[in-house]
């Protein structure tokens, strides 16, 4: 019984349910108390559930970073404040929400017109005017799909609202919302001047419904970071635009700028006054939809610097509020196109700016030339260098000058270089950079003051640069700090240089040859050189009563200059003569004339004579000559002293302690065709020695004279041996195969090609005429 009466009193849940089967079916959707078990008797309502539900779904996508879902939801949770006329809440969710609106950036234009008619519905009920403006504002933009039942006219936003005393002023940012108005900014160059007009360009453009009324901007602020001021235009309904296309879409006009009044306009107000003087320039600034306005401007820079437009400020004062939209993001204000009037309307040309809103500007632009008149694309070592300084005044005052010079150069070969005057040369003074990348150094000359020029005057003056000894290449720097005598407190600097090239004239190759020497060499048994009064010269110095040598020095010159040079002359000299013997040298018979002219690239040969003495008759040792080849030259058609170029010659070596052998040829009479052909053994010894000779048979040549023979040669002693060839063909070079084998020293001697002939793989070869 009382299991009975306890079911009596209570129904489960399970049995009402299943009593509920009769009237509807629950299997797809159960009852409400079940399906959502906050809504039970005593609990929240379903606004308040549907908010926590919104709240916690959005803390839980803010913490996987879905920032697009979380707008989402918060726009979701505005429009459930706004359906329950919590117009209060519903603002401090949406007003967050529509300030950083990704969809904004990401053109989800759907989405964010959703968002503004939304807050735009809340903040009218809260009478918040500031934000009402600003949604408005983007709102007007082409982007966004128009209302029918809207009026599309900005002066009228706040119109149904109550007034009150302070004047609504709401302050946009361009990158914050999208603007109905876009503007843009441009210099005609990426450089100027200080001093010298700088065109820029504003291009206003409208981008609001085609429905909508025109908006009128009633000043623009341009703000800039540099040397220049700031820059306010300022509506005027009755200017009328210079130009426009044919379309007449886009409007020219060109704005005169002032400088600002004292007084405080609208304009003035809101320009800084700590830059430079800001200017003031009157325009019409109403835009209608789809139209443009290209506004252009002259400035004239007073500070060197780099400038770029910092903000450019759009003011939209009507009848009861005021808007200000600033632009300040560089992308926004950059402009790809500079327009300008034509024939035809209005023509553009692409800008070349990667920055259009910046400009470098440059210190003032010196007028004083500077030319060097005479300055030649090459010099050459041992050349000394006049170069003619022109300096011309193109200002259009009168000026004065000073000038500084200095010559750069590689460390260790850099000249003096000197003031040219008439009776004073002020010289170089030389310093190190220590900051320049090439590690060159500076001949620096004392500053010339060259006085006051007049308008269009020109002062010529003349640097000396010393003759150098290496090739190298030099930067003549020469700096003109003036000054117009009108504006004395602005230095102008002009600076100018020139590069300088110093290469080396000539190139020299040598062939170094014994040669027969025709005087009779001392005898060794001869005692009148014994005594040693007979061996001193006049001068008190030693003659010279030793053995000679005469070797040939044939000198090929090859021209490195780029311009036809005169050779004066051409001639080794002897810088060094050492182990006791002298050397006497001559120019060999065969040379041409000395005065020859030497075109570039021009190869010249010269013969001479050296010959080489030893001091004592018993000195033995080998010589070494140190000699220089001295080329004496000018350039064609110069009238000045020559140059003296000075070409090493490597060192010379000539034995004397040596036996040698010597082979001359000439040719015997033209009617029979035989060659004399001589061999000159030479025992400079204090030995006697035995040479046996042989002379080979040949295929090339029939010959007479001894085929073997043994000659013993006493100390400093000569023998020759001659032989007649009788040569088998004519125009060819053969080859004679003569030994001496040195009994005493068990060698064979080399034998030297001397005069007609010539040392080759063979040996040594004769040359047979074929005329002979």
Sequence with gaps: MSLQSSWSGE??????????????????????????????????????????????????????????????????????????????????????????????????????????????????????????????????????????????????????????????????????????????????AAEGNVGET??????????AHRESMPVVISHIRIAFEGGLGDIGLEHDSTKSPETSDRQERIHFEKIALRKASTDASSVA??????????LIGIANLALASGFSKSLSFDHIPR?????????????????????????????????????????????????????????????????????????????FTNEGITISLLVANGEEDETDVTLDTRLLGPPGSLPIIAWAADDDVVRSTGCAMADDPL???????????????????????????QATLNPAEYLLEITADYHVLSDPETPISKTFSANITVARPFEASYNFLPRICPETWPSYFDATNLDNDSNIDGAGEQKASGLTQRWSLTSRL????????????????????????????????????????????DLQERDF????????????????????????????????????????????????????????AQNGEASTGVIHLDYIIENPSMYTLTFN??????????????????????????????????????????????????THFRKILKVNAAEGTRNDKKGVSVWVDADG
């Design 11 to 188: 129904q489960s849940p399970k049995s009402d349910a299943s009593n509920t089967t009769s009237i509807y079916s629950t299997y797809l959707c159960q009852e409400p108390a079940n399906d959502v078990p906050m809504l039970i008797r005593n609990g929240p309502d379903e606004y308040t559930a549907s908010l926590r539900t919104l709240q916690r779904s959005a803390e839980y996508f803010a913490k996987k970073e879905y920032k697009r879902a979380v707008e989402r939801l918060q726009l979701e949770m505005g429009r459930l404040h706004m359906q329950h006329k919590q117009w209060e809440r519903a603002a401090r969710v949406l007003i967050p929400l529509w300030q950083t609106l990704s969809w904004r950036r990401a053109g989800w234009w759907q989405l964010l017109q959703e968002t503004d008619w939304a807050l735009r519905e809340c903040v009218r009920s809260i009478q918040d005017k500031e934000i009402l403006i600003a949604i408005d504002w983007e709102l007007l933009n082409e982007s966004l799909t128009p209302r029918q039942d809207y009026e599309y006219d900005f002066s009228k936003v706040l119109e149904g609202l109550q007034s009150s005393e302070a004047r609504p002023r709401a302050v946009v940012r361009a990158e914050s919302v999208l603007s109905c108005i876009s503007a843009t900014f441009a210099f005609s």
């Design 198 to 207: 700088l065109s820029s360009q504003l291009t206003l453009s409208s981008h």
């Design 269 to 278: 107000s809101t320009l800084n006054p700590t830059q430079s003087p800001p």
């Design 303 to 379: 500070d060197a610097g780099n400038v770029e437009v910092a903000s450019i400020t759009l003011f939209v004062r009507a009848d009861d509020f005021d808007l200000e939209v600033v632009i300040t993001e560089g992308e926004q204000m950059h402009q790809e196109d500079w327009w300008t009037p034509s024939v035809l309307g209005i023509s553009h040309k692409r800008l070349k700016n990667e920055r259009s809103t910046f400009v470098k500007i440059l210190p003032k632009p010196p007028k004083i030339q500077i030319e060097l008149d005479n300055l030649l694309p090459m010099y």
């Design 439 to 465: 590690k060159r150094v500076a001949s620096q000359l004392p500053s010339k003051h060259l006085g006051k020029l007049g308008r269009s005057e020109k002062i010529q003056r003349s640097i000396d640069i």
């Design 558 to 601: 090859l021209s490195m200059a780029n311009v036809p040079l005169i050779i004066d002359s051409m001639e080794p000299r002897a810088i060094g003569v050492h182990e006791g013997a002298v050397c006497k040298i001559s120019a060999a018979s065969n040379n041409k004339r000395k005065t020859s002219l030497m075109a570039a690239s």
């Design 609 to 664: 004579i050296l010959e080489v003495q030893k001091l004592d008759l018993e000195d033995r040792q080998s010589t070494f000559l140190e000699l220089q080849l001295e080329v004496r030259w000018h350039r064609e058609g110069s009238s000045g002293t020559s140059t003296i170029t000075h070409i090493a010659v490597p060192e010379l070596f000539i034995p004397f302690g040596e036996p040698r052998v010597l082979a001359s």
């Design 693 to 742: 000779l042989t002379m080979d048979t040949s295929e090339e040549f029939a010959f007479s004279g001894v085929k073997n023979v043994s000659v013993q040669l006493v100390p400093l002693s000569r023998h020759t041996v001659r032989y007649n060839l009788m040569p088998l063909l004519k125009g060819v070079w053969i080859s004679p195969q003569f030994r001496v084998f040195d």
